[in-house]
């Protein structure tokens, strides 16, 4: 059909020449150079505070003598604050500014048009975006959460707040970067639904703040099988359940009959004798955490926010299979 | 350029070829029951009314469309391939580049996700316009975006070449040089063009191919050479205050009838009746007679038709 002669020799000689970022990697780096520019900026940042503060706290308990004696109080000041609260937000963050944008602002601006009439089809397109997405969100994550571990896991116990706290516990290990990629592609499916920018983000904030709370509040404290611990009632819990996160708290009889906590909670103390006495209770019975099992559940968690990233993901390259973006 | 298309030609030659094309968005068909066949090397000028279907037309050709029915092949391979990609240029309307990007990373654009770019043409188009390589798109004007454009889309080095009203929000000035740049371009690589516009005096001047679209279907399609002298204007004596029956044998595509005297816009079927006075119309009363009476059978000059399954000439 066409016979316009072909410039062969500039197409070998560019064959040739060696590329080492081309395609659509080198379109998608040229595209988010400000924003991968600025996660790259907040992770240094956030990685230096989290060594500096590290580095005061292990000075002040080294000059206490800790652990042999008592760490001073406080022993860390309004910074940690700071930096938990960051951490905290830093998933919700990535999804508003890198996830919600991510497809939304070429669908608003038309250059999803421009890059798919070029010679690259559109799941090629979306793979190369959302591979730089979840690559820098992934990295960005992992190595704040493996530094603000490596800050946290050896003075747990001086630090505030129990480690199935949110703060701690989807901060640190592979839950801070399992959540953000779970949010970041919920942002990204909002943003391709959506197709406007401004709406995607405060859909996809609303969205993430929603998650959190649901995931707070009904999923972090099912990620793992409870123990029990029973002591006698007139007993304290021995030291070794320290760092164990309490469930829930009941009292026993010798024959392992449990009953409320309150159970026997009478206006006089005469009267939850006679109860305690008429029921047989002779144990405090604990429903616990161990800290030990903290690892194991933050990988069930980080699993099943892998498995919805998964869904997500391969929702949003079937959407756009079947229709245009 | 202009030669005539003949249906024995293979299926190449088509650069494309629509068969029942249709699409039905949730409000309704936007295009339906489409067949035409547009014959390689041509500038194609595509006609309509707004929401004629134009653009989900030029939608279906670019990929950004999927079909609710029927086939849509550019140079005989099905649109749904991804070979298709390499072989059409689209421009869209408001001609999307991204806005941070320079000129130069504009053209490396292309350069990165088009296999046969052709670097040399597309520098040229931007140098002949003055536009340093530096700039940022978002800093030109809208001639000068316009002009990036277009190199993007030559630079690609397509066989087809898809408009979607490309000089609609250019001054005069800049119409015109684009005009000249698109059809020079064209010419000299054999680029067959399909250019959506209101502008029909734009698609007079650079047109010899024409399909009209209203109301979501094919009204015309063919030769503009052949499509207008295909239609004769015809003043008469009505015959008591309606059309005359001598009519009858002629395709009438509009009618006028004005107290004793009527106007009509027809197809002659066969010699027309010594009383009338007859003229040539001009492609602006063609168009327009067809885009007013939707009623009108629809006319394609030899080729233009795809006849029904199978029939696909070998």
Redesign the interface.
């Known amino acids: 059909?066409?016979?316009?002669p072909?410039?062969t020799d500039?197409?070998e000689g560019?064959a040739t020449r060696p590329r080492f970022l081309?395609?659509?990697t080198?379109?998608v780096l040229?595209?988010h150079r400000i924003t991968t520019l600025a996660v790259l900026a907040l992770v240094v940042f956030t990685s230096l505070w989290i060594v500096y503060q590290r580095n005061e706290l292990t000075q002040l308990l080294d000059a206490a003598g800790w652990p042999a004696k008592e760490a001073p109080i406080p022993v860390v000041g309004r910074q940690y604050e700071y930096l938990t609260m960051l951490l905290g937000s830093l998933p919700v963050v990535l999804a508003v500014f890198l996830g919600a944008p991510l497809i939304a602002a070429d669908q608003e601006?038309?250059?999803a048009?421009?890059?798919?009439?070029?010679?690259?089809?559109?799941r090629r397109w979306l793979t190369a975006k959302l591979g730089w997405c979840f690559l820098t969100v992934l990295a960005g994550c992992a190595v704040l959460s493996a530094l603000f571990t490596w800050f946290w896991q050896p003075h747990r116990s001086v630090l505030a707040g129990n480690w199935l706290e949110g703060e701690i516990f989807d901060s640190t290990g592979p839950m801070l970067p399992a959540l953000a990629l779970f949010l970041t592609a919920a942002g990204v499916t909002i943003g391709l639904l959506l197709r406007r920018v401004l709406a995607a983000m405060v859909a996809t904030f609303v969205f993430s703040v929603g998650a959190q709370v649901v995931w707070g509040e009904l999923i972090r404290r099912k990620l793992g099988t409870p123990r029990f611990v029973t002591y006698p009632l007139d007993g304290d819990l021995p030291a070794r359940f320290q760092d164990a996160y309490e469930l829930d708290r009941w009292v026993g009889s010798a024959d392992g009959t449990l009953y409320g906590w309150g159970v026997c909670a009478e206006a006089t103390e005469k009267a939850t004798d006679a109860c305690i006495e008429e029921k047989g209770i002779v144990d405090n019975v604990v429903e616990y955490y161990a800290h030990s099992q903290m690892a194991g559940m933050q990988w069930a968690g980080a699993g099943i926010l892998i498995a919805g990233t998964a869904l997500l993901t391969g929702f949003v390259l079937w959407w756009a299979s079947?229709?245009?973006v | 350029m202009a030669e005539t298309s003949t249906p024995e030609r293979v299926s190449g030659t088509w650069a494309l070829e629509a068969r029942g094309l249709g699409k039905r968005y949730r409000r309704g068909w936007a295009l339906r029951d489409c067949s035409f066949r547009l014959p390689a090397g041509r500038i194609c000028g595509l006609v309509g009314p707004n929401g004629a279907g134009k653009s989900t037309l030029l939608g279906l050709a670019t990929r950004q469309v999927e079909p609710t029915e029927g086939e849509l092949r550019v140079f005989g391979v099905p649109v749904g391939d991804s070979a298709v990609m390499p072989r059409f240029a689209f421009l869209g309307q408001d001609k999307p580049l991204f806005k941070r990007f320079t000129v130069a990373e504009t053209l490396r654009l292309g350069r990165e996700l088009n296999p046969g770019w052709d670097a040399a043409a597309a520098e040229r188009i931007v140098r002949s316009g003055d536009i340093p390589a530096h700039a940022r798109i978002g800093t030109l004007s809208g001639g000068q975006r316009t002009r990036v454009a277009f190199a993007l889309a030559f630079g690609k080095r397509p066989d087809l070449l898809l408009l979607d009203e490309p000089m609609s929000d250019l001054d005069p000035l800049a119409r015109d040089e684009m005009g000249t740049l698109l059809m020079a371009e064209a010419v000299e690589r054999g680029t067959t063009v399909m250019m959506s516009s209101h502008m029909l005096a734009e698609l007079e001047d650079m047109c010899d191919y024409l399909l009209v679209v209203s109301q979501g279907r094919v009204r015309m399609a063919g030769d503009a050479d052949a499509l207008v002298p295909a239609h004769t204007l015809v003043t008469g004596v009505t015959r008591d205050g309606s059309l005359p029956s001598a009519l009858d044998g002629h395709t009438v595509i509009e009618n006028r009838v004005q107290g004793r005297q009527f106007q009509a816009m027809v197809r002659p079927g066969g010699p027309l009746s010594a009383d009338w006075q007859v003229s040539e119309p001009s492609l602006e009363e063609v168009l327009l007679a067809y885009l007013r009476s939707p009623d009108a059978p629809a006319l394609y000059t030899p080729g233009a038709r795809v006849e029904a399954e199978g029939t696909q000439a070998a």
Do not use: D, F, N
């Open positions: 059909m066409s016979t316009i072909t410039l500039t197409r560019r081309g395609g659509l080198w379109l040229r595209q601006q038309g250059t048009q421009l890059v798919t009439t070029q010679s690259v089809t559109r079947r229709r245009p």
